[in-house]
């Protein structure tokens, strides 16, 4: 008994360590430059979402095109004022595209409560990461 119960204990251990180093959490690339992202455009597919009570991440998924050609996808929402919610700052990031020379996306959208009350972006910026560079850090260019 005194065995089985130490190499439970073992193949748990060493079952958590696999899990640990498959997964990478993207806080650890830097952005370290970004393209703005048009605003007006942004906004127009927002004003094209049918009238629902939706979150900010919710309305930013629907005019996101998100599909299943990355391996890893990362959402986060903060508000500004838990107590208000007027004001949000959306990260989405997609890694381990299927493609040769963009390894990942990093997006960030700063949603406010404008004067009819719906959800506006006022801040979009666009960062990407490269296959091809053995930098972790997003950058501005398009990957080659």
């Known amino acids: 008994m005194k065995y089985i119960t130490v190499l439970i204990i073992v193949l748990s251990l ?71 919610k007027n004001e949000s700052k959306i990260t989405v990031v997609q890694e381990g595209y299927l493609d040769d020379s963009i390894r990942g996306e990093w997006n960030e959208f700063e949603l406010k409560i404008n004067k009819d009350n719906k959800w506006e972006v006022v801040k979009a910026k666009r960062a990407y990461l490269c296959w091809r560079q053995s930098s972790k850090e997003y950058q501005r260019r398009l990957c080659q």
């Open 14 to 84: 060493v079952g958590c360590a696999s899990n640990t180093e498959r997964k990478r959490i993207y806080t650890n690339y830097h952005v370290t430059s970004y393209v703005n992202i048009n605003l007006s455009e942004v906004n127009s597919k927002l004003a094209n979402i049918p009238d629902e009570d939706l979150s900010p991440y919710q309305l930013i998924l629907r005019i996101m095109s998100i599909g299943s050609e990355q391996q890893e996808f990362t959402i986060s929402q903060v508000y500004s004022n838990i107590e208000e």
